[in-house]
């Protein structure tokens, strides 16, 4: 069964560094989306992406975030200078080509930890 | 606002029914999903309702409500493994799913 695949599972990192988060999204989906869930806290919305550029993102995608789809397969979440607050399990998500209504297919989620 | 509520916590018995309501802002609603989280893993899709009425999958049914903005998930023959959290996300017209905070499913012998 195809599944959205993301590396790394875990990554520590020191405050200000960079990071980059990669996923795998299944092959004929066209949508793709990250999503973060700090722990204990719910899922939030951080941006959606088809054709190639961001179609939607929320609040706490800001400016040190950035997407990527840098060739046929991988889509990339940036974290340009990392906080203690971005500490929080990264979601990657994808959906079939009719559209986002319908079932998102999640990645197993990466790890992030910010010292 | 975008708020979706449902309860923070239910405790049900083995073998037996439960139903986590989720309650959601009406205006621009494009689906009602419920999905199953399991502690430190992804989300899994459970159910997707867009019309009013009841779906039923297996044990697990799910019903909506358009105009009360209002949907439930029941879970029949609870079983160990549904201890879990039950996230309820609204898709709104952009595509977007705006989630609740979950409400965690603890299951007793």
């Known amino acids: 069964e195809p599944e959205v695949t993301q590396t790394p599972s875990h990554q520590v990192t020191q405050m200000g560094q960079e990071v980059i988060l990669r996923c795998v999204p299944i092959s004929n989906h066209l949508y793709f989306y990250w999503y973060r869930q700090i722990l204990g806290q719910k899922v939030e919305f951080l941006v959606s992406?088809?054709?190639?550029?961001?179609?939607?993102k929320s609040e706490i995608f800001d400016d040190q975030f950035s997407v990527e789809r840098p060739d046929g397969s991988n889509f990339t979440l940036k974290i340009r200078s990392t906080k203690l607050e971005d500490s929080a399990m990264y979601f990657c998500a994808s959906s079939e080509p009719s559209g986002g209504a319908g079932e998102l297919f999640f990645g197993e989620g990466s790890r992030l930890t910010v010292l | 606002g975008q708020n979706i509520d449902q309860p923070t916590e239910m405790t049900a018995t083995e073998g037996a029914i439960v139903q986590i309501n989720c309650t959601y802002q009406?205006?621009?609603?494009?689906?009602l999903f419920w999905y199953q989280q399991h502690a430190g893993e992804a989300p899994t899709f459970l159910s997707y309702n867009v019309l009013d009425g009841l779906e039923e999958k297996g044990r697990f049914s799910s019903f909506l409500s358009r105009s009360k903005g209002y949907s439930y998930l029941l879970l029949k023959e609870l079983q160990m493994k549904d201890s879990a959290s039950y996230l309820c996300a609204r898709m709104d017209s952009n595509y977007q799913l705006i989630w609740g905070a979950g409400t965690k499913l603890i299951i007793k012998p």
């Open positions: 992406f088809y054709n190639n550029e961001i179609s939607e």
């Open positions: 009406t205006s621009g609603f494009n689906g």
